[in-house]
């Protein structure tokens, strides 16, 4: 099983700050990521597949980087409805699995 | 536009098989490469995949919960219906149905979109 390791647990920024998140995999996944938001109370919503494609109705200000086992989730300018943790999953080998969680809260 | 809802109890005790329901609209699970998947969260946890079933009625299961997991659908109702064995208060969580994209040859994917989750209880 690949097991997803996400960096920091959380991370404190200022609104209109750059966050950036990591994600490491315990082995190549190529580019097969994607990472998702999720808000208190709320399901897990998908922000980027295949490592940095930005899924439909994100904004640009969300992009994805990275292949083989380093992966980075960059918000260029922190919006107050960008304050949740954020997933990632790879979907390279069986069972597909998803890392820790970032929470990303407001400094 | 793709929904997706879960139904089923919220309380369930030990022992008791947990069965729920993901019932969807905006797809056919008659359509090739559609899946619909379900996720779960233990509270304040990670998210753990479960499970998952292709339009043409193949299925994967996560290897250290196969053997309590059935995964079924009803084409026609769009519905997928999924059982769980042996419920256990570990087992406590919310659980998440979501429409699968298929993007490997493997069959393997990301989930959009997601239902809005159901917490199930385990406790006597």
């Known amino acids: 099983e690949i097991v997803m390791t996400q960096s920091p647990a959380t991370l404190s920024v200022s609104p209109g700050e750059r966050a950036t998140l990591s994600c490491r995999a315990s082995?190549?996944?190529?580019?097969?990521l994607a990472w998702y938001q999720q808000k208190p109370g709320q399901a897990p919503r998908l922000l980027i597949y295949?490592?940095?494609t930005r899924a439909t109705g994100i904004p640009a200000r969300f992009s994805g980087s990275g292949s083989g086992t380093e992966f980075t989730l960059t918000i260029s300018s922190l919006q107050s409805e960008d304050f949740a943790v954020y997933h990632c999953?790879?979907?390279?080998?069986?069972?597909?699995?998803f890392g820790q969680g970032t929470k990303v809260e407001i400094k | 536009q793709i929904t997706l809802k879960e139904s089923g109890p919220t309380l369930v005790k030990p022992t008791q098989t947990l069965t729920l329901t993901c019932t969807f609209s905006?797809?056919?699970?008659?359509?090739?490469?559609?899946?619909v998947g379900w996720i779960r969260q233990p509270p304040g946890k990670a998210l753990e995949w479960l499970t998952l079933?292709?339009?043409?009625?193949?299925?994967r299961y996560s290897p250290s919960l196969e053997s309590r997991l059935t995964l079924t659908k009803d084409t026609s109702k769009n519905q997928v219906v999924l059982s769980m064995t042996n419920m256990d208060p570990v087992d406590t969580g919310t659980y998440y149905c979501?429409?699968?994209?298929?993007?490997?040859?493997?069959?393997?994917?990301?989930?959009?979109?997601w239902g809005q989750g159901t917490l199930v209880t385990v406790s006597s």
């Open positions: 979501a429409h699968f994209v298929t993007m490997t040859i493997l069959g393997e994917g990301y989930f959009d979109p």
């Open positions: 905006g797809f056919s699970l008659g359509d090739t490469g559609v899946g």
């Open positions: 079933i292709y339009w043409d009625d193949d299925k």
């Open positions: 082995q190549s996944v190529s580019s097969n």
């Open positions: 295949g490592a940095s």
């Open positions: 999953q790879q979907y390279h080998n069986w069972p597909q699995t």
